[in-house]
């Protein structure tokens, strides 16, 4: 998980209570810190809190829902700020909790997340030309065969599944699926090629100038 807190006093209190329920924890101070390590990690599920030194919490929130409509966030508060909850509801928050956070609170938040990943980590997603995307096993199946899929054709697949009713734009493929890596466009269309070749042209739709969608 990612934790994001500028109190350091509170983060070291809080951190080994994460650590009971995560495998690892990452720590940022700031926005800036949060974005390149969600950007360089593989992040499942993150903690943010909304007033940090200066920045808000909402826009890291933001950042990451472009590219990542499913991970479960819960934003952390150290007060019921009416408005900023309102601002906050489009972003589809899995808990909003108020500090100082007891440890039934923390429970309760990881079980809403859980219960997040559980429905969504289950999910076959029919495709065109036959095909279905087993998400948690990241693999396509068709007609009793299995199809294994490269690195960045499980990202390309991650990101259209995560973000299945909208389009998906250049830039959130350069972020998600080419990661730290420079991609041309000469690039991104021999992928999109690629796997037309390699699933059928219906596979992934094009819609001209905006972005691409599953078929």
């Not at 940022?28 to 360089?40: I, K, P, R, W």
Request: charged content about 25%; glycine content about 4%.
């Amino acid at each position: 998980m990612l934790f994001v807190e500028d109190d350091e006093e509170l983060s070291y209190m809080m951190i080994p209570i994460f650590k009971v329920c995560v495998k690892e924890v990452f720590y940022a101070s700031t926005l800036e810190q949060a974005l390149t390590l969600y950007h360089n990690q593989s992040i499942d599920l993150i903690f943010t809190d909304i007033h940090l030194h200066n920045e808000n919490g909402l826009d890291f929130v933001k950042q990451v829902r472009k590219s990542n409509e499913e991970i479960p966030i819960v934003v952390l508060s150290g007060y019921k700020d009416e408005t900023l909850l309102l601002k906050a509801i489009p972003l589809g928050l899995t808990d909003y909790l108020i500090k100082p956070v007891n440890y039934t609170q923390l429970t309760l938040a990881f079980e809403k997340c859980l219960s997040k990943f559980s429905k969504s980590s289950s999910q076959s997603i029919p495709l065109s030309n036959g095909f279905f995307y087993y998400s948690e096993e990241q693999v396509l199946f068709k007609d009793g065969q299995y199809y294994e899929l490269k690195k960045k054709e499980i990202l390309f697949m991650e990101l259209l599944r995560k973000n299945k009713n909208r389009l998906i734009t250049k830039d959130m493929i350069q972020v998600s699926v080419w990661e730290n890596e420079d991609m041309s466009d000469a690039a991104l269309y021999n992928f999109i090629m690629r796997i037309r070749h390699r699933f059928g042209k219906d596979f992934v739709h094009m819609v001209s100038n905006l972005g691409y969608r599953l078929g």
